[in-house]
């Protein structure tokens, strides 16, 4: 518990620095995950020693009561080097983690997207990441709020994309994202340009990859 506002990655690494176990794990408060995830996630870990990050699917409930299954594949997660810029692969609220991992390498202490950045990180430093091809966990989307945290996440990410550049320069799928980020960035600097192009973007993105 924190007397002011520090923010999501600066809270996260308050409580790994009292973290005394061999994983950590994380979820939203508003969200829900399933009774076996723990069970299903700790098995997998034990039994994949090589692996450092888990995540698993999950499910998106939405305020019009529609819910969405994502199923991205172990395979997909695997191949990270591709996949994490071009695919919806990662949820973070499903992380499992080897608390060592967070203890050396600690969250950005920024406003969103604190995962992101991390993530980059450790891709380059080459931890492995998987995935448990199973829904363990429900997620709360806020449709409303989506506006404000793509113009948020696409101005805090930029700059560290561009940081990244040089450890990235031959990855055609780092160059796709940079410019989709790019892209968010010009779009929600006005509310009415993002209403009017957003979607539409996304879909093209959707169907090229």
């Known amino acids: 518990e924190n007397k002011t506002n520090l923010g999501l990655g600066a809270s996260l690494n308050k409580a790994v620095a009292l973290a005394k176990g061999k994983y950590c794990a994380r979820m939203d408060a508003e969200d829900r995950s399933f009774i076996d995830r723990f069970e299903v996630q700790l098995s997998y870990l034990n039994h994949n020693s090589h692996v450092d990050l888990l995540f698993t699917q999950w499910k998106e409930l939405y305020p019009d009561g529609s819910i969405k299954e994502v199923k991205p594949a172990s395979s997909d997660v695997r191949n990270i080097q591709k996949n994490f810029f071009i695919k919806s692969i990662l949820l ?49 989307v806020d449709d409303k709020l989506k506006y404000q945290k793509v113009r948020k996440y696409s101005r805090n990410l930029l700059p560290h994309l561009a940081k990244n550049v040089r450890y990235y320069w031959s990855n055609i799928y780092f160059w796709l994202y940079f410019m989709r980020i790019l892209f968010e960035f010009i779009i929600s600097r006005n509310h009415f340009i993002y209403s009017k192009t957003s979607t539409l973007a996304a879909i093209f993105w959707k169907k090229v990859f």
Not at 97 to 118: F, G, M, N, Q
Not at 123 to 137: A, H, M, P, Q, S
């Open 92 to 140: 973070h609220p499903t992380l499992m983690v080897r608390t060592a991992i967070l203890k050396d390498h600690s969250y950005p202490e920024i406003a969103r997207p604190e995962d992101w950045v991390l993530f980059l990180k450790l891709i380059r430093l080459g931890y492995n990441f998987d995935l448990v091809e199973k829904i363990t966990y429900e997620y709360v």
